[in-house]
């Protein structure tokens, strides 16, 4: 750790601003506090509203793991775990049951948390209503008196334009049956992970916003009686280690486009092929089974 | 049924320094069930201003004008609307529509209005444009594309659509042939056989004789000059 | 029978500038009021101050609510005040963009109202929306196509429909007309005519058009520099104007 920045590099006053406004998030799940979010050594878009979170929640004996897209290896993931390490000196890691504290980029880790956990996500735009209202004092006001009514008419349009609701990621939910809340881009897919044991805190730097879901609260995907909710599933098992219901990603192997799906949660693939799951592995899958 | 009691009016005329001038004093007429009054008096004299104030479409200064049990001068607008509705009936010189209506809905709006079933409404309606002999090609047309006298019998199509217990009748059969007339004439004379009450306005004698049981010089009602 | 709503001594002003004072009446169920006057007369800051836009400086708007009998909208809390403007009150501006979302399609638009107020079945959402385009004679192939495509006059319809499909009891225009071509002015006031009898609707139209006033309108309150000179029936204050303005109006109207 270098001894040039305070502990997780944000100074102890901010840090107990940042904490007051989770503090409030948790009180109210769901609900966008806003905050005072600061200069970061990272441009805005590059997650630094996850990184202020992280940095206030840190303590010493903390380990942390940080994930993009469910991999740990990607050039943002590791240029954030290498800023902890360097200005908070925690334990990092890959494996997820040893983390204390993830942060993520728009995924949830496939393997199930614990109340000892705490999830970071970082949020691009915290709004679920933003593209249909674009008024800040709007969507407040709609906030406030529970108006969602906006919110069905985005799926409405969904549905009449291409007979389904296409919304694949950062698809709205209801907390806890009061505030619907944009859970960040994460794949639908994920959405029914969100009632989960570990503690879940939501960073937007550049809106300026935080909100949270407490552990066991109540997350339901908005959709129509006639139209459900559907995750949408898995259409095949990873490649590498045969998860039958996991997250994949699709991989191009050659220019003939020959594709093969892996787990896209990194962590959890590894696990699995250390246990002895064996997936078509080595051999790339010849049809396209998509 | 329809009770003039000492009504007088004037017009303000404000764009002229407001000047008053005063067209009626003191009218008194009693319009009793079966009963028709024709109005008469040259040009000016205000028959037809009598007649509007009847309806309340003119403002009355002083007096009262009670049909059935209703003073029109002192009345709130909601009760003469809904007395224009059920119980006066007013037929004008002019048709006067809302474009693209076609004729029969121009005809059974008046029953549609007091809450006569659609289908009835529309069946009585043929029955009077078939009566006044409008062709039945023209009953889905909008009248305001008729003739001069097919207006006015598409006019008094509707102001005996529903059966008005006090009617007022201007210049009913102006514009209108001898077999169309007597065709109007008759209508008249039913209309006062259900004993309705009717003030009339007819410029033609021979019609005025035949329907009115007396008639009303209003010149009598002109103030004098000073 | 009790007034639909009760309107007592509103007033407003824009610091010392006045837009209306002591405007009273009341509003049955079924009656159609307009409100004329020109430019600065004080009728939209008065539609403005009816409809909940503004908060008015002195008075009362009593509207009989189905659920509570009488209250005071001036003072009802804001999510009440939004609640009936979204339930039993409409509201069609002049310019349809802005009683309308334009990025949405017609029936999104139209089904908006009935999402806000809790339907949740897709299939009963859009053919309810499908009906009342249909009432206000928008065919059914635009009803995936935005309000952008649309011309004004299909504009203004389709803002109508969005208002109604609710089955408000009070709707309040603001010039409903203005901008429209001649021909396209009366397919409109016809069709609101057509509404505002058949579903028993009571209406505040505010113009500065006479001749739809005529055509809506059961009575009629004619504003001058934010005060009501006249009012009455509407055939009655056309054809027997008593004050000075009044007269002035009707008889600048152009004669075609």
Known sequence: ?290 | MINIENVSKNFVLHNQNSVTIPVMENANLLVKAGECVGLTGSSGTGKSTLMRMVYGNYLTQAGKIVVGDLDIVTALPREILNLRRDTLGYVSQFLRVVPRVPTLDVVSEPMLAVGVEREAAHARARMLLTKLRIPERLWSLSPLTFSGGEQQRVNIARGFAHEYPAMLLDEPTASLDGENREIVLSLIEEAKDRGAAIIGIFHDEAARNRVCDREVDVSTYTPKAA | ?256
């Not at chain 3, 409109?188 to 500065?208: C, K, N, P, Q, Y």
């Open chain 1, 1 to 290: 750790m270098s001894t040039e920045y305070n502990f997780a590099y944000l100074d102890e006053q901010t840090k107990r601003m940042i904490r007051r406004a989770l503090l409030k998030g948790v009180a109210i799940p769901g609900y966008q506090v806003p905050f005072a979010s600061r200069e970061m050594p990272m441009p805005y878009g590059w997650g630094t509203g996850g990184v202020q979170v992280s940095a206030a929640c840190l303590v010493p004996d903390d380990t942390l793991k940080v994930i993009d897209q469910g991999a740990d290896d990607t050039t943002n993931a590791v240029s954030i775990r290498k800023f902890f390490e360097k200005t908070a000196g925690v334990e990092v890691t890959e494996e997820t049951a040893e983390a204390t504290v993830i942060q993520t980029r728009h995924r949830i880790p496939e393997r199930d948390l614990t109340e000892n956990q705490i999830l970071v996500y970082q949020v691009p735009i915290p709004e679920p209503l933003r593209f249909l209202e674009p008024r800040e004092t709007e969507t407040r006001k709609m906030h406030a008196l529970e108006e969602y009514g906006l919110m069905h008419v985005k799926l409405y349009e969904d549905i009449a334009r291409h007979g389904h609701i296409a919304t694949s990621y950062a698809y709205p939910v209801k907390i806890e049956g009061r505030y619907v809340m944009d859970p960040s881009p994460i794949p639908k897919f994920d959405n029914p992970k969100m009632e989960m044991a570990a503690l879940q805190l939501f960073g937007a730097g550049r809106e300026q916003r935080i909100y949270a879901v407490p552990p066991y609260t109540k997350v339901v995907s908005l959709d129509f009686e006639d139209h459900p909710f559907e995750r949408g599933g898995a259409q095949q098992a990873c490649g590498l280690c045969d998860a039958q219901d996991a997250y994949l990603d699709e991989v191009i192997m050659d220019d003939a486009g020959t594709r093969m799906f892996v787990c896209s949660d990194t962590d959890f693939c590894r696990e699995r092929r250390e246990a002895g799951h064996i997936g078509e592995m080595g051999m790339p899958i010849t049809e396209d089974a998509a």
């Open chain 3, 1 to 256: 029978m009790t007034p639909l709503l009760k309107v007592e001594n509103i007033s407003k002003y824009y610091g010392n500038r006045l837009g209306c004072r002591d405007v009273n009446f009341d509003l049955y169920p079924g009656e159609v009021l307009g409100i004329v006057g020109e430019s600065g007369s004080g009728k939209s800051t008065l539609l403005n101050c009816l409809a909940g836009h503004q908060e008015p400086d002195t008075g009362e708007v009593v509207f009989d609510t189905r659920v509570e009998g009488l209250k005071d909208t001036v003072t009802m809390s804001e999510p009440e005040r939004r609640m009936l403007s979204r339930t039993d009150w409409a509201f069609v501006h002049q310019n349809p963009r802005d009683g309308l979302r334009m990025s949405v399609s017609a029936g999104g638009n139209v089904g908006e109202r009935l999402m806000a107020v809790g339907a949740r079945h897709y299939g009963d959402i859009r053919s309810t929306a499908i009906d009342w385009l249909d009432k206000v004679e928008i065919s059914d192939d635009r009803t995936d196509d935005r309000p952008s495509e649309f011309s004004g006059g299909m504009q203004q319809r389709l803002q109508i429909a969005r208002n109604l499909v609710t089955g408000p009891r009070l709707i309040f225009m603001d010039e409903p007309t203005g901008g429209l071509d001649v021909s396209v002015q009366a397919r409109l006031l016809d069709l609101l005519r057509g509404l505002v009898r058949e579903l028993g609707l009571s209406a505040i139209v505010v113009t500065h058009d006479l001749a739809v006033v005529r055509l809506l309108a059961d009575r009629l309150m004619v504003m001058k520099d934010g005060h009501v000179v006249e009012t009455g029936l509407t055939d009655q204050v056309l054809d027997d104007p008593q004050h000075a303005y009044t007269q002035l109006l009707v008889s600048s109207v152009l004669q075609v």
